[in-house]
C-alpha cells in the first residue's frame, strides 16, 4: 500500500520535529572557563573605549604650565562645553508668578513659578532674609535626587541656615522631581518612576533627536539665575551656586558655562570619568553630555575653566563617586589656579560618609559664601525650624500634571523630532542623492568601524543528532570578547544558502524555546545562531548602573554617548564578523540570508548596509524607526539599546531599509514603539520610502511587509520567502 505523498510529507517533517524538539546545548562558555565574565562585555568595551578616548588628554593636561597656557585650555574647553551641550534658546519673558508667602519670624518664602520656556513651568521657592540693607548675595541652589525635591527635609535645613545667615536663596523643582514629575500617577499619588528614571526615560529620546537633556535642567538653573538678578534684594555681583548630587553637577556644568556665577561649590558629585566608569558608571541622562569623553572633557575641566573664580569641592569618603577621583581632579585644577595667581580661591572639604550632606561640609560650604560672597557671620550648622512638604507647595494641587500642565522634556523634544521627521521626509524626495549619504551616515553616528584583523575562530566541538549535526565556533569580537556561534546543518536539503538567525533573548531561546530555528533546519536550511553582547551568554550581566529601568540599563547606552561608540555600533561589527567567518571558514555556503527577531533588526539594517555579503535580510517583529520611539511618550525601554544617538538628524530605519535596495527584504510583524503590533496605516506611513524606492527597481521580488501574520505562521512566511 502507498502512502500518500502529502501524507509521507508530514510525517518526514514529524518525525523531524520529534528529534529538533529536543533540548540541544548551544551555550559555549560554560565550557570556556577562561572568559567567565563575558556577560559583562557589553560595558567593559564601552568603558575601555572612554579610558583610551581619556589618555591623550593627560598628555594635554601635563603641557599646560604657564597662565597664557590655561587661559587657552579655558578658551578651548568653554567651547567644547558649549558644543556638546547644543545651542540654547532665546530668552523669553519669565512670567513669574507668586502663588503665596509665608513669613517666619527672621525670614520669608515666596512661592513661585516661573517659566524658563514658554509654558514650561519650574515651581521655586525664593528665601529672603528680613531687614536687608542694601542689597544682598544670593545662592542659587539646584536639587539633587529626591521626589521631594528642596522640600526635603535635609535640603531644607541648609537652604534654611543659609537665609538666616542672609543669604538670598532660589531653590527650584528640577524637571521629574517635587511638583514636576512627568510621568505622575493620580491614583498611585506619585510618579511611575523614581527620579532618576523620571530623569533618563524622557532623556533618552533627547540623545535620539542628537542632544542631552542637560540642555533643559541647565537652561532652568541659568533662567533661575535670571530671576534673581531680576529681584531688588539680590546684588548681581555676589552671586554663588551649591548643589548636591545631581544639583551638584548642575553647580559644577552651569557654574561653568555662566560667568554670572562668582562663587560655586559642587557638593557630592566631582570625581572623574576614569573611577565614574570603573565604579557607578555614567548617571542620568542630563549628566552625560553628548561625546564628552571623545571630545576630551572630564570633571576636572569643569573647575579649570572657572579659575581663578572660588570654587569648594564638597566631597565624603564613601561616596559612590569616588574620592579617589574627587582628589585627582582637584590636584589637577589647583595647577590651573596657580597658574592664574590665585590658589587660595581653590577648596576642598571632604568628610567621612557616604553619599550626603554632612555638618562638616556644610559648614565649610557656609564658610565659603560668606567669605567669597562677602557676607561675614557664625559659619555654624544650626538646628532650625523645617517647613512641612505641603506648606511648601507652589501649585494648588501639589503637581503641575493636575494642576498648571504645561509642557514637559517629552512634549519639547517631541517638536524637535517632528521637525527632524520633516526635514528627512524632505530630503527623501530626492531619493538618490539623500541615499547616497545614508550609509556614511548610520558609519559615523553609529560610531561603527570595520574590523582591522579578524582573527581565528576556534572550532568548539561537534555533536551528531539525528537529522543534523551541531557545531560550535567561537568568534572573536570587536572588543576584549569572543562571539559564541552555533551552527545547525541538516543531513539533506540544500547546502548553498546560509541563515544567520539573530533572536533579541539570544540563541538558546531561539533555538530551544521560539522553535524558529530548528523549524528552518527542518525543512532543509543550514542555520547559525549567534548571541551578541548583552544579549544571551553575553549579557547581561552584574553591571547595570542605577537606571535600570523595566530590565534595560540605560546607564551602558550612556557610555556609549560619552564616546561616540554606540551599541548598535558595536553589534553591527560583530555581525560584519560573523559574516566575514563564514565567508572565510563556511566557503561551502554561497549565500548569506540574515534574519533577526526583535530588537535586533536595527542593529542587522546596519551590517547589512556596510557589508554586502549579507544578500538577503529578514525582519521578524522588529520596531520601525527611531524617530516613532521619540514621538511615543510611553515606549519600550528594551528597544533603547538598539537606538543610534542622533540619527534622526541625518537618517532612519526607513532609510536604511531603503539602501539596501535591490537586496530582497521581509518585514514581518513590525511593531509600533509602544511594542504593540502595528496597524496597517502605520506600517504604510513608516515604510512609505523604503516601499517606493523598492517600488522602482526592476527584475526584483523586493521588500514585501507583512503586518497582520499569526505567530505560529512567522516560519511559513520565512520559508515562503527563502524560495
Request: glycine share 8%; aromatic share 10%.
Amino acid at each position: 500500500m502507498k502512502m500518500n505523498s502529502r501524507i509521507f510529507a508530514a510525517w518526514f517533517f514529524l518525525v523531524g520535529m520529534v528529534s529538533l524538539q529536543a533540548q540541544d546545548d548551544v551555550s559555549l562558555f560554560k565550557y570556556w572557563t577562561y572568559y567567565s565574565d563575558v556577560e559583562n562585555s557589553l560595558y567593559k568595551t564601552l568603558a575601555s573605549i572612554g579610558l583610551e578616548q581619556l589618555e591623550p588628554r593627560k598628555g594635554e593636561i601635563a603641557k599646560l604650565k604657564t597662565k597664557d597656557d590655561w587661559l587657552k585650555r579655558q578658551q578651548l574647553v568653554k567651547k567644547k562645553l558649549l558644543e556638546v551641550i547644543g545651542p540654547f534658546p532665546e530668552k523669553t519673558p519669565l512670567n513669574v508668578r507668586v502663588t503665596g508667602v509665608i513669613q517666619r519670624e527672621d525670614y520669608r518664602v515666596e512661592k513661585l513659578i516661573y517659566e524658563s520656556r514658554p509654558g514650561y513651568y519650574v515651581p521655586s521657592a525664593l528665601f529672603i532674609p528680613n531687614n536687608i540693607k542694601g542689597k544682598a548675595p544670593a545662592i542659587l541652589n539646584p536639587i539633587g535626587h529626591s521626589p521631594a525635591s528642596f522640600r526635603r527635609d535635609s535640603y531644607q535645613h541648609k537652604i534654611i541656615n543659609l537665609v538666616k545667615k542672609g543669604f538670598v536663596v532660589l531653590a527650584y523643582d528640577p524637571i521629574g522631581q517635587g511638583e514636576r514629575l512627568q510621568y505622575y500617577d493620580e491614583k498611585l499619588g506619585k510618579s511611575i518612576f523614581p527620579p532618576n528614571h523620571e530623569h533618563s526615560y524622557p532623556g533618552a529620546q533627547c540623545y535620539i533627536s542628537g542632544y542631552s537633556s542637560a540642555k533643559y535642567f541647565i537652561w532652568d538653573g541659568i533662567r533661575g539665575i535670571d530671576l534673581l538678578l531680576s529681584r531688588p534684594e539680590v546684588d548681581p555681583d555676589r552671586l554663588g551656586m551649591n548643589g548636591i548630587s545631581g544639583g551638584g553637577n548642575m553647580t559644577a556644568v552651569i557654574g561653568a558655562i555662566d560667568d554670572r556665577i562668582l562663587a560655586a561649590a559642587p557638593e557630592c558629585w566631582i570625581t572623574n570619568f576614569n573611577y565614574l566608569l570603573k565604579t557607578e558608571a555614567p548617571q542620568d541622562s542630563e549628566q552625560n553630555l553628548v561625546k564628552m569623553i571623545a571630545e576630551g572633557l572630564d570633571h576636572a575641566d569643569l573647575i579649570e575653566v572657572r579659575a581663578p573664580k572660588p570654587t569648594l569641592i564638597m566631597a565624603t569618603t564613601r561616596d559612590f563617586f569616588s574620592i579617589e577621583g574627587t582628589r585627582e581632579s582637584f590636584h589637577e585644577a589647583r595647577k590651573a589656579y596657580e597658574a592664574l595667581g590665585a590658589k587660595e580661591n581653590l577648596q576642598i572639604t571632604e568628610d567621612d560618609d557616604v553619599h550626603n550632606s554632612t555638618k562638616k561640609n556644610r559648614e565649610a560650604m557656609y564658610a565659603f559664601f560668606q567669605k567669597h560672597l562677602n557676607n561675614p557671620g557664625d559659619s555654624r550648622d544650626h538646628e532650625v525650624e523645617l517647613f512641612t512638604k505641603e506648606e511648601l507647595f507652589v501649585t494648588k494641587t501639589g503637581q503641575l500634571a493636575t494642576s498648571l500642565k504645561g509642557e514637559t522634556m517629552y512634549s519639547l523634544n517631541k517638536k524637535v523630532v517632528e521637525a527632524q521627521v520633516a526635514a528627512l521626509n524632505e530630503s527623501r524626495a530626492n531619493s538618490d542623492k539623500h541615499l547616497s549619504k545614508v550609509r556614511n551616515s548610520a558609519i559615523g553616528l553609529s560610531g561603527f568601524s570595520f574590523p582591522v584583523e579578524y582573527g581565528k575562530s576556534i572550532f568548539s566541538g561537534r555533536m551528531v543528532n539525528e537529522g543534523y549535526v551541531l557545531e560550535k565556533y567561537l568568534v572573536d569580537g570587536s572588543g576584549d570578547y569572543k562571539l559564541p556561534l552555533a551552527l545547525f546543518v541538516p543531513d539533506t536539503g540544500s547546502k548553498e544558502q546560509l541563515l544567520l538567525l539573530l533572536h533579541e533573548k539570544g540563541k538558546d531561546h531561539a533555538v530551544n524555546k521560539e522553535g524558529l530555528a530548528k523549524q528552518l533546519v527542518a525543512k532543509g536550511y543550514s542555520v547559525l545562531v549567534a548571541d551578541l553582547p548583552d544579549i544571551g551568554e553575553m549579557g547581561p550581566g552584574y553591571l547595570r548602573g542605577d537606571t535600570y529601568i523595566r530590565g534595560v540599563s540605560y546607564n551602558k547606552w550612556f557610555a556609549g554617548i560619552l564616546t561616540g561608540k554606540s551599541i548598535v555600533g558595536l553589534r553591527a561589527e560583530d555581525i560584519v564578523r560573523i559574516s566575514h567567518f563564514i565567508k572565510k571558514d563556511l566557503p561551502e555556503y554561497r549565500s548569506t540570508t540574515a534574519i533577526s527577531v526583535g530588537v535586533l533588526g536595527s542593529e542587522l539594517l546596519h551590517a547589512a548596509a556596510f557589508d554586502e555579503n549579507i544578500q538577503k535580510v529578514c525582519l521578524v517583529r522588529p520596531f520601525m524607526s527611531y524617530s516613532n520611539i521619540a514621538l511615543t511618550r510611553d515606549y519600550q525601554p528594551s528597544y533603547i539599546h538598539s537606538v543610534v544617538q542622533g540619527a534622526i538628524t541625518e537618517y532612519d530605519l526607513p532609510d536604511l531599509m531603503a539602501y539596501l535596495a535591490p537586496r530582497k527584504m521581509l518585514v514581518i510583524n513590525p511593531l509600533e514603539a509602544n511594542g504593540q503590533k502595528a496597524s496597517r496605516p502605520k506600517v504604510e506611513e513608516e515604510m512609505a520610502f523604503p516601499l517606493k524606492v523598492y517600488g522602482k527597481q526592476k527584475g526584483t521580488k523586493g521588500l514585501a511587509v507583512e503586518s497582520n501574520i499569526e505567530d505560529e505562521d512567522v516560519t511559513t512566511q520565512v520559508l515562503s520567502w527563502l524560495k
